[in-house]
């Protein structure tokens, strides 16, 4: 599902994606992600009672890949690119602080977007899945 990290950054990423399909599958199923984190949460005895299927976690995540994927590719059949999405300045650090904690530090974003599209298998330039990524996840279709 995600490629192997290799680096801090990367394995923070990886950490990051896998959050995002957790909240793709979340917010797919309808449940409510606050109580999810809030508390212990059996979300795949509970989407397998709901569905009847017996689906174990990662594959319910693999699910939340999926999601993720085929919202990203309407996005780029729409004309969204990945320069479209992107943080104001001001959250890495553009220009960077003069006083606290987080004095003169900056964020490289787009080095760092770079490395993410890599790790979930989408491409810089479009923004969206590659056809590899695609046909892994069995979307390859759409």
């Not at 599902?1 to 995002?20: D, Q, S, T, Y």
Request: glycine share 10%; hydrophobic share 40%.
């Amino acid at each position: 599902m995600l490629r192997r990290a290799k680096g801090r950054e990367a394995k923070k990423l990886n950490l990051l994606a896998a959050g995002i399909y957790y909240a793709q599958l979340l917010n797919g199923s309808g449940m409510c992600i606050f109580g999810s984190l809030s508390s212990s949460f059996p979300i795949v005895d509970y989407l397998n009672a709901v569905t009847g299927w017996d689906l174990s976690a990662d594959e319910y995540l693999k699910t939340g890949e999926r999601i993720l994927n085929i919202r990203k590719a309407f996005n780029v059949r729409e004309g969204l690119k990945a320069e479209d999405q992107k943080l104001n300045d001001r959250a890495v650090g553009n220009p960077p602080l003069q006083k606290g904690p987080l004095k003169a530090v900056t964020i490289d974003i787009k080095n760092l977007e770079k490395e993410f599209f890599k790790i979930v298998g989408w491409s810089y330039p479009s923004g969206g899945p590659t056809a590899s990524k695609m046909k892994e996840l069995g979307i390859d279709s759409l």
